[in-house]
């Protein structure tokens, strides 16, 4: 079955420094992997996606994030971080549901980023 | 602004009530989603509907019914909740089901239940 792992519930950084989220993932084949972002009280907003092809995935607002299949890890880092940047992300997996014969996505339990001004 | 449209953004009822939560895209999706996430918990997949057709069930209880009268709007029905049952309830939509990775999920903003 797939999972996906986020070590950290909750990381601050100052406003202008480097941030790494980190997401591992536990899934039998090729996995497709996500990262979505959801601001207070709205729905969850899509950051970037990978499948195959280059490791190193660029998305919005200036994030990116790298695939190591050695690691099983899809982390996403951001070089400067903004204020505005404050919000819950989320790392998720699209895994194949025989039953439905489609590809569902399983997240994983989130990260709280806070952003000191 | 978000494509999604959901109604109502809050909802109170009692254990008693019936109430419907609304869901409406005009992208020309043809799949569409419920989720319900719970205080710092992630979304957790409640009904797909592909074509107008359920096509799953996450072993949801039976006081949760989803309604799919076109393409465009999603419903889900809701009665002799729990309070339990509070939660963020999500809507979303893609293109087709199934492929995830080229028609990913656009989300609604989400209607907050509490169940009193």
């Known amino acids: 079955a797939q999972s996906v792992t986020q070590p950290d519930i909750h990381i601050t950084v100052s406003e202008g420094a480097s941030l790494e989220l980190r997401c591992n993932y536990s899934?039998?084949?090729?996995?497709?992997l996500f990262w979505y972002v959801q601001s207070p009280g709205q729905g969850l907003q899509l950051l970037l996606k990978?499948?195959?092809?280059?490791?190193l995935v660029q998305g919005i607002k200036g994030f990116e994030a790298e695939f190591k299949r050695s690691q099983s890890s899809f982390n996403l880092r951001k070089p400067s971080v903004h204020w505005s940047d404050a919000a819950e992300y989320f790392c998720?997996?699209?895994?194949?549901?025989?039953?439905?014969?489609?590809?569902?996505?399983?997240f994983g339990k989130g990260t709280k980023l806070s952003v000191i001004p | 602004d978000t494509e999604v449209t959901q109604t109502p953004k809050h909802l109170v009822m009692g254990m008693t009530n019936k109430k419907s939560l609304k869901c409406e895209q005009h992208?020309?999706?043809?799949?569409m989603y419920w989720y319900k996430q719970k205080a710092k918990k992630p979304p957790e997949l409640m009904f797909v509907?592909?074509?107008?057709?359920?096509?799953i069930n996450e072993s949801v209880p039976s006081r949760f019914s989803p309604e799919c009268p076109n393409s465009s709007l999603l419903n889900l029905h809701l009665h002799a909740l729990q309070p339990e049952d509070s939660a963020l309830y999500l809507c979303?939509?893609?293109?087709?089901?199934?492929?995830?990775?080229?028609?990913?999920?656009?989300f609604g903003n989400g209607t907050r239940l509490t169940v009193t």
């Open positions: 990978y499948f195959s092809g280059d490791t």
């Open positions: 899934y039998g084949a090729t996995p497709y």
């Open positions: 998720a997996v699209g895994a194949f549901r025989s039953g439905a014969g489609s590809y569902q996505l399983t």
């Open positions: 979303a939509s893609s293109q087709e089901s199934g492929t995830v990775y080229n028609s990913p999920l656009h």
């Open positions: 509907y592909s074509y107008e057709k359920l096509s």
């Open positions: 992208m020309g999706h043809r799949a």
